[in-house]
Structure formats: structure tokens, C-alpha cells
């Protein structure tokens, strides 16, 4: 309640990796990012700044994803650590090591691999499982 502030997710989305766009070879970045193709690489934000990643449905992102807020709806092959916020929404399909501080996950979402709590001393800590798709942003 009174320890360190969350950095806010970014509503903005600086970057887009087009459906019919296929990277191969790592990604760094600051802001915004939205996937909606694939990913052959590492996806790492700028470590101390807020950012915002955010894989479609059709969107595919084969390594290690590192950033503070993470939107999964697409497939992730590799591990996971989202600093503040992580939504498994009800296409998502990750295999690998989740380390989370919040969680939330929607009904449909498949984790192969162990989800890990990011502890901090003072912070409040919630997770969130929906079991309905009501309030759903299918991005």
C-alpha cells in the first residue's frame, strides 16, 4: 500500500510487428510494442522503463520475453517475466517459466511450465483468475 508505485502500462502502441511480418533475431524496445506475427528472437524492454507488450491471437514469439506489462492472446515458446502485470487471455499458449508480479488469467489460457511469484516486500499482491470472458479486450 505505501511501498514503491507501479509504472502505468503503456496505452500507446509505439511499434507493430504486422501479421504477415516474421523477425528473426532479438527485439529491444521502449514504450509499446504490439505482435500480431512472429518472433524468432528474445523480446527484452528497456530495463527501468515502463513498456507494454502486447502478442495477438495469430501473433508468435519463440524465446525469452522480458518487460514490465505483458498482453498474451498468441503462443509463446520460451520464458516469461512480466515485472508488474500479466494477462493470459483465452487463446494464450505459453510453454516455458512464467515469473509474474500481478496475474491474471482468463479461462482457455494453457501454461506448460511453472508460474513463479516476483515477491516484493511491500508491495500488495493480487492475482486474478476470470472466469468469464465479460470484460475481454481481443487485441
Avoid at 56 to 82: C, F, K, M, W, Y
Amino acid at each position: 500500500m505505501f511501498g514503491k508505485r507501479h509504472s502505468k502500462p503503456q496505452n500507446r502502441i509505439d511499434s507493430l510487428i504486422g501479421a504477415e511480418t516474421r523477425v528473426d533475431g532479438d527485439l529491444n524496445f521502449t514504450g509499446g510494442l504490439r505482435v500480431d506475427g512472429v518472433v524468432n528472437g528474445n523480446v527484452i524492454a528497456a530495463p527501468g522503463k515502463p513498456s507494454t507488450l502486447v502478442l495477438s491471437e495469430h501473433g508468435r514469439i519463440s524465446g525469452e520475453i522480458r518487460v514490465t506489462h505483458l498482453v498474451v492472446n498468441g503462443e509463446v515458446d520460451g520464458p516469461v517475466q512480466a515485472a508488474e502485470y500479466l494477462e493470459l487471455q483465452g487463446k494464450a499458449r505459453v510453454t516455458g517459466d512464467i515469473r509474474y508480479k500481478t496475474l491474471e488469467i482468463q479461462l482457455g489460457a494453457i501454461v506448460e511450465g511453472k508460474l513463479m511469484h516476483l515477491s516484493d516486500a511491500v508491495s500488495d499482491k493480487v492475482v486474478a483468475f476470470k472466469l468469464s470472458g465479460t470484460e475481454a479486450t481481443n487485441n
